[in-house]
């Protein structure tokens, strides 16, 4: 019974959030902001109010104002301001900025906000591990190593916090969920997005220290593609099972490993 209470306590607290978003949308009458709200969608189909509410329950979020700047017409860009706390006592106002695609489609601009694409989760994730960096108090670092909140990246064996929980490993420091563009080297021009997933873990399994011991993990997704592995511990997750990682470690896997330490 006790746990259903804080359910249901938990849910009474997210749909109060998500009616504050929207009655802060209703406030704002300006036919921009209200497209980004009803048209712009993450890849899982979430909406920004959705987002925004959700993140604000995790991370340190505190939701100021919407509005609209820019000259009329293709300049125009809708923004969100928001700071890490209400009573904004650090004076630091952050900025998510969409801007309009020839076609009229609203695009997150802002580099930071770019995890917002792949869901809440990899946002509120992103936000939290700028928090360590940054040196915030009251970090939700559980939120920041619970493995399920990586169930974003998927491989052929599974999603990846899952394959982690029966694969016994718990997160450590650093994480990290953040977006790069994709440059072309030539021309210094924008070709594409690139979002990037690094993991260290500890495995109460038999492996190779290396592995089993602060090891790395590390996906790469570029738009419309699959989330690839790029370490070799990433790699071993993307192939095998859970409990068939290590059957068999290449030498080729050993000397690079040993030429990385």
């Known amino acids: 019974m006790a746990r259903r209470r804080a359910q249901w306590f938990r849910l009474g607290l997210l749909l109060a959030c998500c009616a504050g978003v929207a009655s802060s949308v209703r406030a704002n009458d300006s036919a921009l902001v209200h497209k980004v709200k ?31 700047a820019g000259r009329a017409g293709r300049n125009q860009y809708v923004f969100f301001s928001w700071t890490r706390h209400g009573d904004n006592r650090s004076n630091e106002t952050y900025v998510i900025t969409w801007k309009f695609s020839p076609d009229g489609t609203p695009e997150i601009a802002s580099t930071y906000a770019k995890p917002m694409e792949l869901g809440w989760r990899a946002f509120a994730l992103s936000l939290i591990a700028a928090e360590v960096t940054d040196g915030e108090k009251d970090v939700n670092r559980r939120f920041l190593h619970d493995p399920v909140n990586f169930n974003f990246v998927t491989t052929p064996q599974g999603k990846l916090g899952d394959l982690l929980g029966r694969g016994r490993c718990t997160i450590v420091g650093p994480v990290g969920v953040d977006y790069q563009p994709k440059m072309d080297d030539a021309n210094q021009t924008t070709k594409g997005d690139l979002w990037r997933v690094l993991l260290l873990v500890n495995c109460n399994i038999p492996g190779p220290d290396y592995f089993t011991r602060k090891g790395v993990i590390t996906f790469e997704k570029r738009e419309r593609q699959d989330w690839e592995p790029q370490s070799l511990f990433a790699r071993r997750i993307a192939t095998f099972p859970p409990g068939f990682w290590f059957d068999h470690i290449e030498q080729n896997e050993r000397d690079a490993l040993e030429s990385a330490r």
Do not use: K
């Not at 899982?44 to 340190?60: L, N, P």
């Open 38 to 68: 009803s048209t712009w969608r993450a890849q899982d189909g979430e909406t920004v109010e959705q987002i925004i509410c959700r993140v604000s329950q995790v991370a340190h979020l505190a939701p100021r104002t919407w509005g609209v």
